[in-house]
C-alpha cells in the first residue's frame, strides 16, 4: 500500500507523551522528540533503555495519547485510536512489539493471525505457509500455537505477521532480541528488503547496533525522552558528535574473546519522572560545561551546546 | 556465601527431555563452577532454554527428562517437589528469556522482591524492603525507593529484564542461570549489568550459566563458552580459545556470521 506523498512518509514534531499514574509524579517518557521516516528509507532509533522509545513507538500507532506535538503519518494526523472510527492515518501502520510473547495471541494458531495481515493487505495469492518460509521457519509451523515455540521462533512469527499485511510503514521495536547472532542480521536485512520493495518506510528499534549499522539509512539516538544526534548511519559511526552518542558507540562489547567488559557510563541512570536541568545528559557527560546546567539545548542534527548550529543554519 | 573457589556448584550429565514425544536434548554436559561465568551460544530452537527449565524442574507439560543434574552433592532430577522447591528460587535461581514468567503483572515490585526474601531468607519487612532498594539501585533502576511501589507494566521492556534480574538475585543464589538477561539493554546499561555479575562471581562465589547469543557479551563476561547445537553441546572451552580458535563448524558460522562492515563503508 504506497500512499501519495509529498512530505516525509513519517513525521514527528516536538512530541510529549506522558505517562500518569494516580498518586505518582506524572512520567514524562517522551519530551519533545522530533523524527522523520522517508518512504522506502530505515531509520534505526537507538537509547538507553528506559528513555522513551517504546512510549514513541506506541504514541505513532496510535496506541498512546500525545500530551502535545505532533505526528503525521503520509500527510494525515495520528490520533490516539477511536472506539470505532478507523483512523486514516494508521491504515497501513504496522508494529511489530518488543514483547514476542504477549504480541500474539495465544489462543490461535500461528496461521491463523498470519492470515489476517494477509487479509488486510487483500493478498489472496500468498498463503501463511508462505510467508513463515519467508521468515526461515518451516511451513507446517502454520497449524502450531505459539506457546509451542522458542522464543526466537515467536519473534519471526510476530515479524510475518506484520510483513503480511504490507505496511506502508514498519515499526520494529527490539524485532531481533530473541534470534541468534546468524539469525539476526538476516532477518534484519529481510525486513528492509521487504519493506523496500514495497517501498514503505522502516522504523527499526534495537540495542543490537551492529545490526543497525548493517540496515539503516539513518539512526536517531534517544536520551531521556529526546532526540539527541541524528545522521547517515556511516557519517554517525565514523563521527559521533554527541558525547553520549560517543559513550554509546564505545559499549559496544566486542567478541575478540579478550574478556574487556565494557565501560558504564558514570552516574546514575536519570528518572524521566524528575529530569535534570539545562541539558538532560549534564549530570553525566564528561563535557559538561557551565551553559548546559542551565540551558537546554534545543535544537539539531547533535542537541549538545558543543555542536550548536551557525548561526545563518538556524531557521 | 564464602569467597573461596568451590568445586562444580551443578553438573549437568546426559540430560535428555523430550516434549509429547518428540526429543528436544539428546545428552547434554555441562558443568558450571562457582565463581565462574559459563556461556551457553547456539541456534535458535537448540534446547538453551530447555536446559535451564530442566534444571529447576520447569520443562513444560508433557515433558520427560533423563539423566543427571548434580547440585550440592544431590541428582535434581526426580527429586521430590517439595525438596526441590526450597532448592529453587533460593539456592538456584534462574532469569527468564520470557519477562512475563519472572514477574507478576498483578503484584507491586515491593512484594515480588522481599516475598522470596522473607520466605527463603527470613528477613523482617524494614530490612527486606532496604534490600529490595538496594538491589534495585544494582541494577540500575532509577528512583529505586519510588518504584518499588510500581507494578512492572509501568516500567520499559529492558527496566522489566533488569527487575527480572533482581528478583532472582534477591535470596543470595548459588547459582544462576541467566536466559539472555540482557537482550533488552542498550550497551551501557547492558555494561553494569555484566559488571554487576562479574562482581557477585568474583567476590561472592556465584556460579552463572549465561544463555546469550551475543557473542560479544559472551567475550567481556564468560569464562568458560558452550554452543549448542540440535540439542547437543558441541564445543566446550576457555571463552578465548572457544572465540578465536573454533573448532566445531557451527561455532565457526557464528563467528563468521557476526556483522562487520568494512570501516567506512555504507549501510546496503
Ligand atoms: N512447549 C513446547 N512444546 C513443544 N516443543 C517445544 C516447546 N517449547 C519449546 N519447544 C521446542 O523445543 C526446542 C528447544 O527449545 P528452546 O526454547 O530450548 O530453544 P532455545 O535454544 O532456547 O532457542 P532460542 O534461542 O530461540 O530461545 C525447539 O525446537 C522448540 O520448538
Ligand atoms: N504504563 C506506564 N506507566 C508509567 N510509566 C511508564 C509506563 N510505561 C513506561 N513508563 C516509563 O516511561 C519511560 C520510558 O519507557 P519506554 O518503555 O518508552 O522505554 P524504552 O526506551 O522503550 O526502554 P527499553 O529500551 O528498556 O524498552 C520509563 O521510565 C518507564 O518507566
Ligand atoms: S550540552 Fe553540555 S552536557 Fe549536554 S552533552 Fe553537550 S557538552 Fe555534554
Ligand atoms: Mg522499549
Ligand atoms: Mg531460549
Redesign the interface.
Known amino acids: 500500500m504506497i500512499m501519495p506523498l509529498t512530505g516525509p512518509l513519517l513525521s514527528v514534531e516536538d512530541l510529549v507523551v506522558e505517562?500518569r499514574?494516580p498518586g505518582?509524579p506524572v512520567v514524562r517518557a517522551v519530551a519533545g522528540a522530533g523524527l522523520q521516516v522517508a518512504a522506502g528509507e530505515?531509520v534505526g532509533l537507538?537509547?538507553?533503555?528506559?528513555c522513551g522509545?517504546?512510549?514513541l513507538a506506541r504514541a505513532l500507532c496510535g496506541l498512546h495519547g500525545a500530551a502535545s506535538g505532533r505526528i503525521l503519518v503520509g500527510g494525515h494526523p495520528v490520533t490516539p485510536l477511536g472506539l470505532r472510527r478507523r483512523n486514516p492515518a494508521l491504515t497501513g501502520v504496522q508494529m511489530v512489539f518488543?514483547?514476542p510473547?504477549?504480541s500474539l495471541n495465544p489462543r490461535r494458531r500461528v496461521g491463523a493471525q498470519i492470515a489476517d495481515g494477509l487479509r488486510t493487505a487483500g493478498d489472496t495469492a500468498t498463503s501463511p505457509a508462505d510467508v513463515l518460509e519467508r521468515v526461515g521457519l518451516p511451513r507446517a509451523f502454520a497449524g502450531r500455537y505459539p506457546?509451542e515455540f522458542?522464543?526466537?521462533?515467536r519473534q519471526r512469527i510476530a515479524i510475518a505477521r506484520a510483513l503480511a499485511a504490507r505496511p506502508s510503514l514498519l515499526i520494529g521495536d527490539?524485532p531481533i532480541?530473541?534470534?541468534?547472532?546468524?539469525?539476526?542480521?538476516q532477518v534484519a536485512?529481510l525486513m528492509?528488503d521487504l519493506a523496500m520493495e514495497s517501498g514503505a518506510g522502516l522504523l527499526f528499534i534495537s540495542?543490537?547496533?551492529?545490526?543497525v549499522?548493517?540496515?539503516?539509512?539513518r539512526i536517531a539516538v534517544m536520551y531521556l525522552g529526546k532526540v539527541v544526534e541524528t545522521g547517515?548511519?556511516?557519517e554517525v559511526w565514523?563521527d559521533p558528535r554527541h558525547p553520549y552518542t560517543r559513550?554509546?558507540l564505545a559499549?559496544?562489547?566486542?567478541?575478540?574473546?579478550?574478556?574487556?567488559?565494557?565501560?558504564?557510563?558514570p552516574g546514575?541512570?536519570?528518572?524521566?519522572?524528575?529530569p535534570p536541568a539545562g541539558c538532560r545528559f549534564h549530570p553525566r557527560c564528561p563535557l559538561a560545561m557551565d551553559v548546559c546546567r542551565e540551558r537546554e539545548p534545543d535544537f539539531g542534527p547533535v542537541a549538545c551546546w558543543l555542536h550548536e548550529p551557525e548561526p545563518s543554519s538556524l531557521s | 556465601m564464602t569467597a573461596e573457589p568451590r568445586a562444580a556448584a551443578l553438573t549437568i550429565e546426559g540430560l535428555r527431555v523430550s516434549i509429547g514425544g518428540h526429543d528436544v536434548l539428546h545428552g547434554v554436559d555441562l558443568a558450571v563452577e562457582a565463581g565462574r561465568v559459563h556461556g551457553l551460544?547456539?541456534?535458535?530452537?537448540s534446547g538453551k532454554?530447555m536446559t535451564g527449565l530442566a534444571v529447576l524442574g520447569l520443562l513444560?507439560h508433557g515433558s520427560r527428562a533423563s539423566g543427571r543434574i548434580a547440585f550440592g552433592g544431590r541428582d535434581l532430577l526426580g527429586m521430590p517437589a517439595r525438596v526441590l522447591d526450597e532448592v529453587r528460587g533460593a539456592k538456584i535461581a534462574m532469569v527468564f528469556?520470557?519477562?512475563?514468567t519472572s514477574l507478576h503483572p498483578m503484584l507491586t515490585v515491593e512484594r515480588q522482591l522481599t516475598e522470596h526474601m522473607r520466605h527463603h531468607l527470613g528477613v523482617g519487612g524494614r530490612e527486606a524492603r532496604d534490600r529490595a532498594a538496594g538491589l534495585l539501585a544494582k541494577v540500575?533502576?532509577?528512583?529505586p525507593r519510588?518504584a518499588l511501589k510500581?507494578y512492572p507494566h509501568?516500567?520499559?521492556?529492558?527496566?522489566r529484564q533488569?527487575i527480572a534480574i533482581a528478583v532472582a538475585l534477591a535470596c543470595d543464589p548459588e547459582v544462576l542461570i541467566a536466559d539472555?538477561p540482557t537482550?533488552?539493554?542498550?550497551?551501557?546499561?547492558?555494561?553494569?549489568i555484566?559488571?554487576l555479575l562479574?562482581g557477585l562471581c568474583d567476590d561472592l562465589g556465584l556460579a552463572v550459566l549465561l544463555v546469550t547469543?551475543?557473542?560479544?557479551?559472551?567475550?567481556?563476561?564468560a569464562d568458560e563458552v558452550s554452543v549448542m547445537k540440535d540439542g547437543l553441546v558441541v564445543e566446550t572451552g576457555p571463552?578465548?580459545?572457544?572465540?578465536?580458535e573454533p573448532r566445531h563448524p557451527y561455532t565457526r558460522?557464528?563467528?563468521d556470521?557476526?556483522?562487520?562492515?568494512p570501516a567506512?563503508?555504507?549501510?546496503?
Open positions: 505517562h499514574t505518582r530505515v537507538v537509547g538507553e533503555s528506559g522509545k517504546s512510549t518488543q514483547d510473547y504477549s506457546h522458542s522464543g526466537g521462533q527490539e532480541s530473541a534470534l541468534d547472532a546468524s539469525a539476526q542480521a536485512r528492509r540495542h543490537d547496533l551492529s545490526v549499522r548493517l540496515i539503516a539509512d547517515p548511519t556511516a565514523a559513550a554509546l559499549a559496544i562489547p566486542s567478541p575478540d574473546g579478550a574478556g574487556v567488559l565494557p565501560a558504564e557510563l546514575d541512570v536519570p528518572d524521566p519522572a524528575d | 551460544a547456539g541456534e535458535s530452537g532454554t513444560p528469556q520470557d519477562p512475563a540500575r533502576i532509577p528512583g519510588e510500581r509501568q516500567f520499559s521492556g529492558g527496566m533488569r539472555e537482550t533488552a539493554l542498550d550497551v551501557t546499561v547492558q555494561a553494569g555484566l559488571r562479574r547469543h551475543d557473542l560479544g557479551v559472551m567475550s567481556a563476561v571463552r578465548g580459545r572457544v572465540l578465536r558460522s557464528l563467528l556470521a557476526l556483522p562487520v562492515p567506512g563503508e555504507n549501510s546496503p
